[in-house]
């Protein structure tokens, strides 16, 4: 993952400086490319600790269509929460008397999110997100992207048109409510010679907190499709438009890159599941994962 790291001292040392929509403040750079070979092992970020529970319950979200919060809290992932719960703030007039990550704003984000696994009215009402990525995913006006490309891959492995895309322009104002449009926005699946690879194009891109993320799940998506389509892991590629580092992260950014990476570790699949939509959390196990300590750092929201 040493590239992963090239990427975030670059941006610390040659980026520029951009405001953004959270009024936080970034550097920035416009266009930049990594190249993973999934045979090498599964890449996730050693140089700090990656929740891995959380990436797979997210992209298991994903897969399934769904774009409520509640199925990611009752399995004790909360990385779509701030949204969702300063949206409620703002509804019921409450966000003008807590400071965001004050006690009391975690205090009232733990009865939210409490709420939310109670009361299913609650939570249809301010855990959904809108037409993020699940739903564009499952039903991009009404195509299933995830199942027209399983299709494709088994019917024309060589077609160019392997794309699924979470940019969807009719509901980007819908998407507000998210907090934003889909930051990774399109990926492209390529078959050479019985392998599978994958591009991804991250229109936007917060490389200290959500590109781990981001490379481990789409890796683990490439993993799941060429099991169950019976192909053998090529590349995946990450490919940026806006890379970029909040202001209030630089601390973190040096004791990231003041730390040395580790091997890869593996990820063993179950070799039983034969459609990506049969996959669940207990489906995965990783292996041989060292890492250095994790390191906390706001979202901008």
Not at 22 to 38: D, E, K
Request: charge should be negative; include cysteine; glycine fraction near 8%.
């Amino acid at each position: 993952m040493q590239q992963y790291l090239d990427l975030v001292r670059y941006i610390r040392d040659h980026g520029v400086k951009k405001e953004d929509r959270t009024g936080t403040g970034t550097v920035s750079i416009f266009g930049h490319q990594m190249r993973f070979n999934l045979a090498e092992g599964f890449p996730l970020v050693t140089s700090k600790k990656v929740h891995l529970k959380s990436i797979l319950h997210e992209l298991l979200w994903f897969i399934r269509g769904d774009t409520n919060i509640r199925y990611l809290i009752e399995n004790g992932v909360g990385i779509w929460n701030d949204w969702p719960y300063q949206n409620w703030l703002r509804e019921t007039g409450q966000d003008k008397n807590l400071v965001m990550y004050s006690a009391e704003w975690r205090a009232g984000m733990r009865e939210f999110t409490q709420q939310i696994m109670a009361d299913q009215d609650f939570a249809d009402k301010y855990g959904d997100l809108g037409p993020v990525y699940g739903k564009q995913w499952r039903n991009f006006g009404g195509i299933d992207q995830l199942a027209q490309l399983m299709s494709d891959l088994k019917s024309n492995p060589d077609s160019r048109r392997l794309i699924v895309s979470a940019w969807n322009p009719q509901d980007i104002p819908v998407m507000v409510k998210s907090g934003l449009p889909p930051c990774h926005s399109l990926f492209q699946f390529y078959v050479v010679e019985g392998r599978l690879s994958c591009q991804l194009y991250q229109r936007s891109a917060d490389v200290f907190l959500g590109v781990p993320f981001n490379i481990a799940s789409y890796a683990a998506l490439t993993m799941m499709i060429a099991q169950v389509a019976g192909l053998k892991l090529g590349d995946f590629v990450h490919t940026f438009g806006d890379a970029h580092l909040y202001s209030n992260h630089m601390d973190q950014v040096d004791e990231q890159l003041s730390r040395t990476v580790f091997g890869l570790p593996t990820l063993q699949i179950n070799p039983q599941v034969t459609s990506l939509f049969d996959f669940v959390y207990e489906d995965f196990e990783l292996q041989n994962y060292q890492s250095h300590g994790p390191i906390s750092a706001p979202v901008a929201v």
